[in-house]
């Protein structure tokens, strides 16, 4: 079975500067597909940015980044230029590439509580 | 498009008692989930259904049943509540396809006392 381990209960930035949020997963697929969402006190989920494994080139989306390192299965999400908006749980996700409703499942880590200070 | 919409958003129950949560989306997905958050944690999956009459298990079902007549609507049904079932749950949606991303709905916030 996969595990998403987010070894950052706590993380806090500037507004304006930037900050990295850790995520390792244990698989043995190599095929898969790895997303950062976000959930704000609203409780809703937010997609903020999704990897194919078979890309070697990282995922951008405007001010968010991420760092995915295959062997080392390590996938960092940076956020640059940090707004107070920003500030919210954030959710790394696993999901296998296998056909199927379980296997399209998505396992989340425990997550990572980012504030942003004024 | 309302996207996934879930009612209610909060509820109190009292120990054996009985509850509906609803579930509905407008964007004529086939697959969708139901999951639980436990405070401090990651989302786990309750059931899961790849379309109208199709359910199945997820890692944490005991405790609760699902029904899917239509492409729209996944309700989840809690038969005897219990305090183990305090939890924030969620619905999702999806389309078809591997590479489609999973929409989740605002969240249902049960104590269960």
């Known amino acids: 079975a996969q595990t998403v381990t987010q070894s950052q209960p706590e993380m806090s930035v500037q507004e304006a500067e930037t900050v990295t949020l850790s995520c390792t997963y244990d698989?043995?697929?190599?095929?898969?597909?790895l997303f950062w969402y976000k959930q704000p006190p609203s409780r809703q989920m937010i997609l903020v940015i999704r990897?194919?494994?078979?890309?070697?080139q990282n995922a951008t989306e405007n001010r968010f980044s991420v760092n995915f390192q295959k062997a080392a299965k390590s996938f960092s999400l940076k956020i640059s230029d940090s707004q107070l908006g920003d500030a919210a749980m954030y959710f790394c996700?696993?999901?296998?590439?296998?056909?199927?409703?379980?296997?399209?499942?998505?396992?989340f880590g425990k997550g990572t509580l980012l504030t942003v200070n004024p | 498009n309302a996207g996934v919409t879930q009612t209610p958003k909060f509820r109190i129950l009292k120990i054996g008692q009985s509850m509906t949560l609803q579930c509905t989306q407008d964007?004529?997905?086939?697959?969708m989930y139901w999951y639980r958050q436990d405070p401090g944690m990651g989302l786990k999956l309750i059931y899961y259904?790849?379309?109208?009459?199709?359910?199945d298990k997820g890692e944490v079902p005991n405790g609760y049943n699902v029904s899917r007549s239509t492409t729209e609507d996944f309700p989840l049904r809690l038969e005897l509540a219990a305090p183990s079932q305090t939890s924030v749950y969620f619905c999702?949606?999806?389309?078809?396809?591997?590479?489609?991303?999973?929409?989740f709905g605002p969240g249902t916030r049960l104590t269960v006392l």
């Open positions: 964007m004529n997905h086939n697959y």
């Open positions: 999702a949606s999806r389309y078809r396809g591997f590479t489609d991303t999973q929409y």
């Open positions: 259904s790849v379309g109208a009459g199709i359910t």
């Open positions: 698989t043995s697929e190599s095929d898969y597909y």
């Open positions: 990897q194919e494994a078979y890309k070697q």
């Open positions: 996700a696993y999901r296998s590439e296998r056909s199927g409703g379980s296997n399209y499942k998505l396992t």
